[in-house]
């Protein structure tokens, strides 16, 4: 792939992240993967925030956990690409009555902000949309200072079932790349220059009608993810533990929380 075609593609993409975003904002904002305290608590236990920190949430969503920053820390800033969700996000600040926050719209594999700046980085649920999640770590250990925490939350797939689950993913939501398996994910850390992470894992229940009602796929594209569900009853080869309820099927995504420090020079 030429330099050109690698440009052009992540072009693409970010307009799919554009337009897929757009439409979810306000129902992901509302959503149980938005909202879960289980996978909340996760992230700020590895991310041990005190008084005097300033900490940056990276493709922060309708700014939940950058909200719950906020009131652990002086300063807490989100970065994402698309208004909408920025919008969800400045929303919820107003309602808590939070005076410590800052909004940037940018590219997060480019961020506007100096070396060193923040004591904790984090990005959640976000990673399985890059795609190139190597360069968004990078920009990360390069934005927090030496001995600051970094902690990554996303969906994490056993690695022999994860081709089937990122395969359901991408119909469900086009702007899906690839969720990393645990094992993928902490040689990221190592491949940006961070120590061996900690691990904590958990697990987030969903129903497949809310999952699908907050998703844009294309046309045909729902029944096909159904079909996979129906499927995976029998030998759950997406790692999503499906079970039908009164008629539904519910299931949970498996999510690894991974957190290291920034080492000294």
């Known amino acids: 792939m ?3 075609d690698r440009g052009s593609g992540l072009m693409r993409h970010s307009e799919q992240i554009l337009d897929q975003f757009t439409r979810q904002a306000e129902g992901f904002a509302k959503s149980p993967t938005a909202r879960s305290e289980d996978i909340l608590q996760c992230i700020l236990h590895l991310a041990q925030p005190g008084p005097k920190d300033a900490a940056l ?16 820390v ?6 994402d690409l698309t208004p909408a969700m920025l ?24 961020m506007p902000y100096d070396d060193g700046c923040f004591d904790i980085v984090t990005c959640r649920f976000a990673f399985h949309h890059f795609p190139e999640p190597l360069a968004v770590l990078r920009e990360m250990r390069r934005v927090c200072r030496p001995g600051g925490r970094i902690v990554v939350a996303d969906s994490a ?32 850390f ?8 900690q691990v904590e894992r958990t697990r987030l229940a969903l129903s497949l009608d809310e999952f699908l009602s907050r998703s844009y796929p294309r046309e045909g594209d729902e029944a ?4 996979m569900f129906e ?22 995504v498996p999510v690894a929380v991974v957190g290291a420090k920034v080492p000294h020079a």
């Open 87 to 110: 919008e969800q996000a400045r929303r919820a600040q107003r309602e808590q009555g939070l005076t410590n926050v800052t909004w940037n719209q940018d590219d997060v594999t480019a």
């Open 190 to 197: 190592c491949a940006a220059g961070l120590p061996e992470p």
């Open 57 to 72: 949430d990276v493709a922060c969503g309708p700014g939940l956990l950058v909200c719950a920053l906020a009131k652990r």
């Open 157 to 188: 797939p056993a690695a022999a079932k994860a081709d089937a689950f990122n395969a359901m993913e991408k119909l469900r939501d086009p702007s899906h790349t690839r969720a990393l398996p645990v094992q993928e994910m902490t040689a990221l």
């Open 74 to 79: 002086s300063r807490a800033t989100g970065i």
């Open 224 to 227: 096909r993810v159904r079909a």
């Open 2 to 4: 030429t330099g050109r």
């Open 231 to 252: 499927s995976a009853l029998a030998d759950d080869e997406m790692d999503v533990e499906p079970r039908r309820e009164q008629g539904a099927i519910r299931f949970s």
